[in-house]
C-alpha cells in the first residue's frame, strides 16, 4: 500500500535567467542606429521621466587630440615605426588609455543602479549621445543629396504627352488605362484583347494608341518584349535593318557569346558584328526603370575613423599617423532622466500605485541610458580591436586584408563571440577607404604554400585583377589561376576558384574567349 503525502523540500539549483532589463540589452546591441533611434522615441513617448537632450555635444570637434589622451569618446591607435616587413597584428598598434569603459558603464546589466540619474537644470552631460556632425568629417553641413529637386512621376511626364497627342476624350481615357498597367520597366503585359474587353472598346483602337505611345517620351514603353523594346528604340534612331533584326531575334545567342554563329546568320563579318553590339549597349532595356525610384537611403557609419595628427616631428602622413577612431554622435540618441521632475512627481503621488508606477519607469529609464551607454563603447572597443588587427588594408589596400574570425576579436575584448557577432551586425565605420559594415572585415583563411595564410576577400580582388588584366589572346583558365595563385603562395583548389568566379558574376573562361573573339 502506497500512502501519499505533501512534503516540503528546500533544494539548491542553478540556472540562467534572461531579465527584461538584459533583453533589452541585447536587443539594442545588436540593432541598427536606426532601430535603436526608433526604439528611443518610443521610450520617450511612453516614459515621463525620459526627456531628450536638445544641449549641443561636448565633443563636436575632430581636432587633434591633447599629448598623451584622447576626444572624449574616443580612441586613438599609433603604430610603431615602419620597417622593411609587415608588422604582426599585435604590434601593429598601440591602443590609447582614452576608451575605455567607464567604471559604472563596465558593471553588469542586471545589478540595480540608482545614481545613474540626470538633473535637466544640470550642466552636466555623462552619458549624453546626440545628433550632429558629418559622416565625411567635413565641417559644412550641407550636402549634395540636400539641393537635388525631386523630378516628375513617369505618369506625370506620360498624362502630359497623351494631353497633346491625343484630343479624342476616348482615346485619352484608354491611354490612360495603359499607363496604369505599366511595370517598374515600362513593360505592358496585359494583352490588348483583355484590354480593349475591360474598357469595352474595339481591340483594334487599343493597338493603334499603344503602338503610338510606344514613340512616346522615353521611347520604348508599352512594349511587351525586349525585342520589341529595343527594335522600337532602333527604329526610332532609323536603324531597324534586316541584320539588326535578325540580331534581335537572336538575342539569346548573344548572351551565349556565340559570335560566330551571329555573324553567320545576320550576313556581317566580326567589325559589323561589334558595331551592331555596341548599338545595342547604348539603348535601354528599361525604359520605365529610370522614373518612381526613391533615393537610396545613404549608410550613416557608427564609427567615424580617420589619420590623426602625428605627434612626432618628421613624421609623414602615410607612413606613421596613427588612426583616430570616434562614435558618430549622429546615430546615437541624446537622451537623460529628468530627476526635477521625478522628485516632484515623488512628492505629489499618495496612493501606492502612483509611487510604484514612478519607481518602474525611473529604473526603466535608467536601464536605456545605461543599456546606450554601454552599447556605444561596446561598438567603439571592438572597432578599434578590428582597426588594429586589419591596420594594413586601411594604409596599403584590399590586398593586405588579413584573414580573422569572431573568436580572435572575442578573446583579446574579453567578450563572448556571440556579443561580438551582434556588435558587428548591421554597424558601419567610415573610414579613408571607404565605408565598410564591420561584418566585413571577418573573412575565412586559405592556407598558404609558405605556412602563412591569407584573406578569401584577398584572393577573390586577386582572381577579379588576374581576369581583368587577360589579353584577349591569353585568356585564363580555372586551373592557370591556381597555378598562378600557387606561384603567388595562395593554396588553392580548382573549385574553390571556380566558386569565387561565379560569386564575381565573371563568366568561365570559355564565354570570355567567345566576348573577346569579337571586339565591342
Not at 565625411?136 to 539641393?147: M, P
Not at 519607481?359 to 572597432?383: F, G, P
Request: aromatic content about 4%; overall charge negative.
Amino acid at each position: 500500500m502506497v500512502v501519499l503525502a505533501p512534503r516540503l523540500d528546500l533544494r539548491h539549483s542553478q540556472s540562467l535567467v534572461m531579465t527584461p532589463q538584459l533583453r533589452q540589452a541585447i536587443k539594442l546591441l545588436q540593432s541598427s542606429n536606426l532601430e535603436v533611434t526608433a526604439f528611443v522615441e518610443e521610450e520617450l513617448e511612453r516614459n515621463p521621466l525620459l526627456e531628450r537632450d536638445e544641449r549641443e555635444p561636448l565633443s563636436g570637434d575632430l581636432g587633434p587630440p591633447e599629448a598623451g589622451g584622447a576626444l572624449p569618446g574616443s580612441s586613438v591607435f599609433e603604430p610603431p615605426p615602419q620597417t622593411g616587413d609587415a608588422p604582426e597584428p599585435a604590434d601593429c598598434l598601440a591602443i590609447a588609455t582614452s576608451g575605455e569603459l567607464p567604471p559604472e558603464a563596465a558593471e553588469p546589466l542586471d545589478v540595480a543602479d540608482w545614481s545613474n540619474v540626470y538633473e535637466s537644470e544640470s550642466g552636466q552631460a555623462g552619458g549624453e549621445y546626440g545628433r550632429g556632425g558629418r559622416a565625411d568629417f567635413a565641417d559644412d553641413l550641407s550636402g549634395v543629396e540636400d539641393l537635388a529637386a525631386a523630378g516628375r512621376t513617369l505618369a506625370e511626364l506620360l498624362g502630359e504627352q497623351i494631353r497633346l497627342s491625343f484630343e479624342d476624350q476616348r482615346d485619352r481615357l484608354i491611354a490612360a488605362h495603359l499607363v496604369a498597367l505599366l511595370d517598374a520597366a515600362g513593360r505592358l503585359s496585359a494583352e490588348t484583347a483583355a484590354i480593349a474587353e475591360a474598357l469595352g472598346c474595339d481591340p483594334a483602337r487599343v493597338e493603334m494608341i499603344r503602338l503610338r505611345m510606344q514613340r512616346f517620351e522615353p521611347v520604348g514603353l508599352f512594349c511587351r518584349s525586349l525585342r520589341e523594346c529595343l527594335a522600337v528604340q532602333l527604329a526610332e534612331l532609323n536603324r531597324l535593318d534586316p541584320a539588326m533584326a535578325t540580331l534581335l531575334d537572336n538575342l539569346e545567342l548573344l548572351a551565349r557569346r556565340e559570335h560566330r554563329t551571329l555573324m553567320r546568320l545576320c550576313g556581317v563579318d566580326a567589325e559589323d558584328l561589334a558595331d551592331m553590339v555596341a548599338e545595342l549597349r547604348r539603348l535601354d532595356p528599361k525604359p520605365g526603370a529610370r522614373y518612381d525610384q526613391a533615393p537610396t537611403p545613404a549608410v550613416v557609419p557608427d564609427v567615424l575613423m580617420r589619420r590623426a595628427p602625428g605627434r612626432e616631428t618628421g613624421r609623414t602622413p602615410e607612413e606613421g599617423d596613427p588612426w583616430l577612431l570616434e562614435l558618430n554622435p549622429e546615430t546615437l540618441p541624446r537622451v537623460l532622466v529628468n530627476r526635477g521632475f521625478f522628485a516632484r512627481a515623488q512628492v505629489g503621488a499618495r496612493t501606492r500605485e502612483d509611487k510604484a508606477f514612478l519607481a518602474e519607469q525611473l529604473q526603466s529609464a535608467n536601464w536605456l541610458v545605461k543599456s546606450l551607454e554601454q552599447r556605444a563603447n561596446t561598438i567603439l572597443k571592438v572597432a578599434a580591436e578590428i582597426v588594429r588587427r586589419q591596420d594594413a588594408f586601411f594604409r596599403h589596400g584590399i590586398g593586405h586584408l588579413r584573414p580573422l574570425i569572431l573568436r580572435d576579436v572575442a578573446e583579446t575584448v574579453a567578450m563572448h563571440e556571440s556579443t561580438v557577432s551582434r556588435v558587428t551586425s548591421h554597424k558601419y565605420i567610415a573610414t579613408p577607404r571607404g565605408t565598410f559594415e564591420l561584418k566585413y572585415f571577418f573573412t575565412t583563411a586559405i592556407a598558404g604554400t609558405g605556412g602563412e595564410t591569407h584573406s578569401a576577400e584577398a584572393v577573390r580582388h586577386r582572381i577579379r585583377a588576374m581576369i581583368d588584366a587577360e589579353a584577349p589572346a591569353d585568356i585564363l583558365s580555372d586551373d592557370a589561376i591556381v597555378e598562378r595563385l600557387r606561384q603567388e603562395g595562395v593554396d588553392i583548389a580548382r573549385r574553390t576558384v571556380a566558386k569565387y568566379r561565379e560569386a564575381l558574376r565573371i563568366p568561365s573562361s570559355v564565354q570570355r574567349k567567345r566576348e573577346k573573339a569579337v571586339p565591342a
